[in-house]
């Protein structure tokens, strides 16, 4: 038998460990891994929030005077926040779903693009929210 197996002085192996939710203030997490979780909240908001968004369309078609008061509801400040957080849920799902998309055609894989990609995905989805967030407010 070979020394190693029978040697009872081993050294001790590494632990690994999972992140404890009181530890996520010390772990610095990468782009890519804030990109991958903002898709998944972007993406629950949208799909917990779709019977809401079709039942406000159907409201908004169906006469004129069901259009008037659903333009009352949306020049209120809060529904424009609601609106403006639709929107960047869809944009930032929209735009880090295409770069899934490619990654998934074996492009942008290694480090530095997936990098590059995931703060790509973030500036176009937080520029396109501005620039929504100031015509909505009424700014242009």
Avoid at 63 to 90: C, D, M, N, R, T
Avoid at 112 to 138: C, E, P, Y
Wanted: glycine share 4%; with cysteine; proline share 4%.
């Amino acid at each position: 038998m070979s020394d190693a197996v029978t040697d009872p002085r081993r050294k001790p192996r590494r632990e690994f460990r999972n992140i404890h939710v009181t530890e996520l203030s010390n772990y610095r997490m990468p782009f890519s891994a804030i990109v991958s979780i903002l898709h998944r909240i972007s993406g629950l908001l949208l799909f917990v929030l779709l019977p809401f968004i079709l039942y406000l369309l159907q409201e908004s078609i169906r006469s004129e005077i069901s259009f008037a008061h659903f333009q009352g509801i949306a020049s209120h400040p809060f529904s424009k926040l609601v609106i403006l957080a639709l929107v960047w849920g869809y944009m930032h799902h929209f735009c880090a779903g295409i770069r899934h998309l490619v990654m998934d055609t074996h492009i942008g894989l290694d480090k530095d693009s997936a990098r590059q990609t995931s703060v790509a995905v973030l500036v176009i989805s937080l520029a396109v929210t501005f620039l929504v967030a100031l015509k909505l407010f009424g700014v242009f």
